[in-house]
């Protein structure tokens, strides 16, 4: 019985497992373990030598079953595909953010759990059953909404990026962070559902007079914005739903407010009211914060629209080439918070030379759009570029060019071209070129 059992065709998970279980067939557990591990190391070693014809543990054993995950989560072998943060970057995790992992996506969609955060006071908790949004101010009637009461409104569905404006900002200066995750990943695309925020405000009815709302978070931030009515009335959406299932509290369950291509920052999570005036407030987010000092002294105030943007995605410096010369895919994201993108341009020599990317997937307006360039690698190294142009024909700048308008005291709005170096090995790291 022994001998049996200590065959490579049994592997170390499946005696674990029968032993765990109390299986009968096995022989006594001294006798196992004094044997198990020389077979297992051997089956290792075959397996890995020659894995299409050996037996495995998983057409051996059974599965789990259908009881095991009433939530659903990632293979054990994807726990390296995780929102990561940089601890030198802030003072607390309350207030605070992580990155998606871009070099380990693909597609257009970000899957829930690994939508960057940026929370400036914490993760709300809220009882949706407690939670109301408000309007008052400049309407008609003020009106109180439960979560009910907004699912009885005509819904939508839209698929939407969300960048933070603050995106790519630790790179005004200079090369900084190693990794597509930290340079862009304050960047996120999900279906959302909601109603659309006209309808809402038509309920209430605005005054003549309305021209700008001010939206407010139900968190301890108590978030706030100033929104000009003509984009409220456009696009704007109060969303309920994320890939089809309710927003994560991460990312303002159970309400937040959707401004399609425009800054993060005013996608107010946790919306609890919505304020109708006839003149911006002047809130700190819009005044101290998220404002761009140029140069002269000066600021730029009112830096809505995302602009046009891409980044290569793989290879990356967390995705390098691993498969030496031959064949290489190389991919990565672009987006325009005014529209879609009609072209993305690839040089693999720091711009002496460009192609045109393969757009592959939906082209949907401010949505992620996701491409592909296929090409022989040599081996030699490589200086990656991507470069996109959007619908109104606005043509992403190089990092240069952006500091030659802005200068370099920014923190947001940086959609400056990056560059990835390869080198031989087909490792990648951050640089700049100029
Ligand atoms: N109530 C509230 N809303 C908020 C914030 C916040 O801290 N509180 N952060 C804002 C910022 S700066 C950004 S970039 C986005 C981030 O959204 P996410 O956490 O879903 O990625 O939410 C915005 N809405
Ligand atoms: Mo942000």
Redesign the pocket.
Known sequence: MTTKLNTPELSRRALLKSAAAGGVTLAASATVTAGATTAAQALEKETKENPITTKQDWNQVLGDGVDANPYGKPSEYEKNVIRRSVPWLTASPESSINFTPLHELDGIITPNGL???????GI?EVDPTEHRLMINGLVDKPLVFTMEDLKRFPRTNKIYF?E???NSGMEWRGAQLNGCQFTHG?I?CVNYTGVLLKDILAEAGLKTNAKWLMPE???A???NRSVPIEKALKDCMVAFKMNGEALRP???YPL?LVIPGW?????????RRIEVGDMPWHAR?ETSKYTDLMENGKARRFTWEMDCKSIITNPSPQAPITHGKGHTVLTGLAWSGRGTIDRVDITLDGGKNWQKARIDGPSLDKALHRFYFEFEWDGRPLLLQSRAIDSTGYVQPTKDELREVRGTNSIYHNNGIQTWHVNGKGEAENVEIS
């Open positions: 939508c960057f955060e940026r929370h400036h006071a709300a969300l933070c404006a603050a304050m996120h978070g139900a968190d931030s108590g978030m991460e990312q303002g937040r800054e993060g920052n005013m996608w107010v999570k946790w919306l987010e």
